[in-house]
T-cell receptor, first 112, second 116 residues
Framework: KQEVTQIPAALSVPEGENLVLNCSFT??????LQWFRQDPGKGLTSLLL?????REQTSGRLNASLDKSSGRSTLYIAASQPGDSATYLC???????????FGEGTQLTVNP | GAGVSQSPRYKVAKRGQDVALRCDPI?????LFWYQQALGQGPEFLTY????????KSGLPSDRFFAERPEGSVSTLKIQRTQQEDSAVYLC??????????????FGPGTRLTVL
């Protein structure tokens, strides 16, 4: 059974810092990996999707990498801002199906 | 068109009541998913539709949970005889294609269900 783990569970940083969120998964037979943002009481906003054949994706200050063979992904946030404060979730789609399997998230706080 | 919408946004039910949660996917999206998110946890898969066909319902926790998408668009998740452990946020997501290789899922705001 696929298991997705995110480290750290919570992170607090001062504004302006660059930071890295980690995601690992146990079964490397995936179609893609998706990073989401969730604000309190809200749904999930898709940030980046990396297909299994890709190594990274970039959007603005966000960069996500994927090492499928080692079962790892990282989300890099450059020059963090208080508006980046949210819970960040990673999820994978396995080749055996279409569902997303999620980690438990990293709660990020960026202090002004 | 607009994003995924869900209604109601909040639902309070007494234990034993039946509830129905609605999801309107992005227009033209083939795939529709339901997830359950307990407080402080990541979402967990419940069921998946491709058009009107329910292709995977392995995540439904009991036979009290039932989902349908009769015309391949709007979907309803029904929970019969609600229990306190059903309290959670129910998230709906849709994706453009039925192919998993590029299956970016877009989520609605969720329905927060509280069972008293």
């Amino acid at each position: 059974k696929q298991e997705v783990t995110q480290i750290p569970a919570a992170l607090s940083v001062p504004e302006g810092e660059n930071l890295v969120l980690n995601c690992s998964f146990t079964d490397s037979a995936i179609y893609n990996l998706q990073w989401f943002r969730q604000d309190p009481g809200k749904g999930l906003t898709s940030l980046l999707l990396i297909q299994s054949s890709q190594r990274e994706q970039t959007s603005g200050r966000l960069n996500a990498s994927l090492d499928k063979s080692s079962g790892r992904s990282t989300l890099y946030i450059a020059a963090s801002q208080p508006g980046d404060s949210a819970t960040y979730l990673c999820a994978v789609v396995e080749t055996s199906g279409s569902r997303l399997t999620f980690g438990e998230g990293t709660q990020l706080t960026v202090n002004p | 068109g607009a994003g995924v919408s869900q209604s109601p946004r909040y639902k309070v039910a007494k234990r034993g009541q039946d509830v129905a949660l609605r999801c309107d996917p992005i227009s033209g999206h083939v795939s529709l998913f339901w997830y359950q998110q307990a407080l402080g946890q990541g979402p967990e898969f419940l069921t998946y539709f491709q058009n009107e066909a329910q292709l995977d319902k392995s995540g439904l926790p009991s036979d009290r949970f039932f989902a349908e998408r009769p015309e391949g668009s709007v979907s309803t998740l029904k929970i019969q005889r609600t229990q306190q452990e059903d309290s959670a946020v129910y998230l709906c997501a849709s994706s453009r294609t039925g192919y998993s290789s590029y299956n970016e899922q877009f989520f609605g705001p969720g329905t927060r269900l509280t069972v008293l």
